[in-house]
C-alpha cells in the first residue's frame, strides 16, 4: 500500500472513529482494508490506548481533548504500538491530519499533538 492510500486510510479512520464517538456505531462503508484495521485496533486497545494517551499527557487530562484530536491521536498510538512503520511518518501523518481537520492557523494544535506523539512514541520504545 502506497503512502497516499495510507494517507487516505488515516482519514477514513478518523472521521469513522470520531462518528463512532458522537453515535456508538461504527459503519464501514467506503471505508478501505488498512483503515478497518486501524478501527478496529484502536477499539480493541482502546483502553491501552487511552491509558497510553493519559500518561503522556502533562498538565491535560485525556477528557479534555477534542474529539477530532483524540481520533488522530488514537489512530497514530495504535500505529505506533502495533506497525512496523517510521515513528517519523506516522507522526507526521498524524500532524497533516490535524491540519486537515482543525484549524489550519491553529498551530497550537499541530504543536500540542506533535509533542504528544512524540512523548508517546518515546515511551513505547521505552518498553
Same mark, same amino acid.
Given at each position: 500500500?502506497? %503512502?497516499? *492510500?495510507? #494517507?487516505?486510510?488515516?482519514?477514513?479512520? +478518523?472521521?469513522?472513529?470520531?462518528?463512532?464517538?458522537? &453515535?456508538? !456505531?461504527?459503519?464501514?462503508?467506503?471505508?478501505?482494508?488498512?483503515?478497518?484495521?486501524?478501527?478496529?485496533?484502536?477499539?480493541?486497545?482502546?483502553?491501552?490506548?487511552?491509558?497510553?494517551?493519559?500518561?503522556? %499527557?502533562? *498538565?491535560? #487530562?485525556i477528557n479534555r481533548l477534542n474529539? +477530532?484530536?483524540?481520533?488522530?491521536?488514537?489512530?497514530? &498510538?495504535? !500505529?505506533?504500538?502495533?506497525?512496523?512503520?517510521?515513528?517519523?511518518?506516522i507522526i507526521n501523518e498524524a500532524?497533516?491530519?490535524?491540519?486537515?481537520?482543525?484549524?489550519?492557523?491553529?498551530?497550537?494544535?499541530?504543536?500540542? *499533538?506533535?509533542?504528544?506523539?512524540?512523548?508517546i512514541a518515546k515511551d513505547i520504545?521505552?518498553?
Amino acid at each position: 500500500m502506497d %503512502l497516499t *492510500n495510507r #494517507t487516505k486510510s488515516r482519514s477514513k479512520a +478518523v472521521e469513522k472513529l470520531y462518528a463512532y464517538h458522537m &453515535t456508538g !456505531e461504527i459503519d464501514y462503508n467506503e471505508t478501505d482494508d488498512y483503515a478497518v484495521e486501524l478501527i478496529k485496533g484502536v477499539l480493541e486497545k482502546k483502553e491501552e490506548i487511552d491509558s497510553i494517551i493519559s500518561k503522556n %499527557l502533562f *498538565n491535560y #487530562t485525556i477528557n479534555r481533548l477534542n474529539l +477530532v484530536d483524540l481520533a488522530i491521536v488514537r489512530v497514530a &498510538t495504535f !500505529e505506533l504500538l502495533e506497525k512496523k512503520l517510521d515513528k517519523k511518518v506516522i507522526i507526521n501523518e498524524a500532524i497533516n491530519l490535524t491540519k486537515v481537520y482543525t484549524n489550519l492557523d491553529d498551530d497550537k494544535a499541530k504543536a500540542f *499533538n506533535n509533542k504528544l506523539l512524540d512523548n508517546i512514541a518515546k515511551d513505547i520504545a521505552s518498553r
